[in-house]
């Protein structure tokens, strides 16, 4: 049975990472700011991101307006984008996102949106952004 990443998401905020947990990045604390971004290929690059603010647009609340340092994770998905803001929100919609700018220690980057299955910092750094399946290093959840 398949049940929606929010869900876990919002157990493991909660019960595993807690909301006062260091930031995590490949194992390490992340500097404050610094976001892991991950691709459709695996690939998981460390940065900050130079977008200064983001729309989220959805069915019930509209066009919201979301300064880039207020975001924790945004999860991306064919059925829906989720976004989890730094003050506990967590919006189901569409991000409006062409192009993510971004500073990483390979220097600037421009990863299209398509690119990209989601980017994180803070407690929810630590996890593994995948295609509607969330999981946490050992493991994994369906």
Known sequence: MKIPCAIYLAALGLLVIGRDAPAQGFGRPLEPGTFIVTTVDGARVSGKITNTEF???????????????????VQFSDEGDTLHTTGGSAIRGKFDLDVLEFESEFGPLRIPRAKILGFATGPSASLILGSGNLSIGIGGFK
């Open 55 to 73: 729309v989220m647009r959805t069915e019930t609340l509209g066009e919201l307006k979301v300064p880039a340092d207020r975001i924790e994770m």
